[in-house]
């Protein structure tokens, strides 16, 4: 079944209640595995507009996303492509919308994440 992007978003921008938290993370996902240019959009419009608490959900899922180490997965940032670095460079830079949702996240001490390194990209 093809949703509307619009109908997608605005299914995540709810807040997740009791018994919907698999239907906001299986949102999440349908956004995470979008052509890059739609998925980065989706990504803009969350951090934007998504509560505290929906995005310290959707952090993690995010990470894993972009550089995961499973083969076919992920966002491919360690083996060559034909599309353009600079979009990458412009969504994970210090202005893109990556950096904004740390700076958000970051802001309630309370919140903590692991991610190991061991998925981090070699070069």
Same mark, same amino acid.
Not at 7 to 13: H, I, P, T, W, Y
Not at 32 to 39: D, S, T
Not at 76 to 84: D, M
Not at 116 to 121: K, Y
């Given at each position: 079944?093809? @949703? *509307? @992007?619009?109908?997608? /978003? *605005?299914?995540?921008?709810?807040? !997740?209640?009791?018994?919907q938290e698999a239907l906001f993370l299986e949102q999440i996902h349908?956004?995470?595995?979008? !052509? /890059? !240019?739609? @998925?980065c959009e989706d990504v803009r419009r969350m951090i934007n507009e998504l509560s505290i608490k929906d995005l310290h959900v959707f952090y993690p899922h995010l990470l894993a996303s972009i550089f995961s180490v499973i083969p076919n997965?992920?966002?491919?940032?360690?083996? !060559?492509?034909?599309?353009?670095?600079?979009?990458? @460079?412009? /969504?994970?830079? $210090?202005?893109? $919308?990556?950096w904004s949702l740390v700076e958000k996240l970051d802001r309630d001490s309370f919140l903590r994440y692991e991610f $190991?390194?061991?998925?981090? $990209?070699v070069s």
């Open positions: 079944m093809i @949703r *509307n @992007r619009v109908e997608d /978003f *605005n299914a995540q921008k709810q807040s !997740p209640r009791v018994g349908i956004s995470l595995q979008k !052509p /890059f !240019p739609e @998925r997965k992920g966002w491919a940032l360690h083996t !060559p492509h034909s599309r353009s670095l600079e979009g990458f @460079r412009r /969504f994970l830079g $210090p202005h893109g $919308p990556v $190991p390194i061991t998925c981090l $990209p």
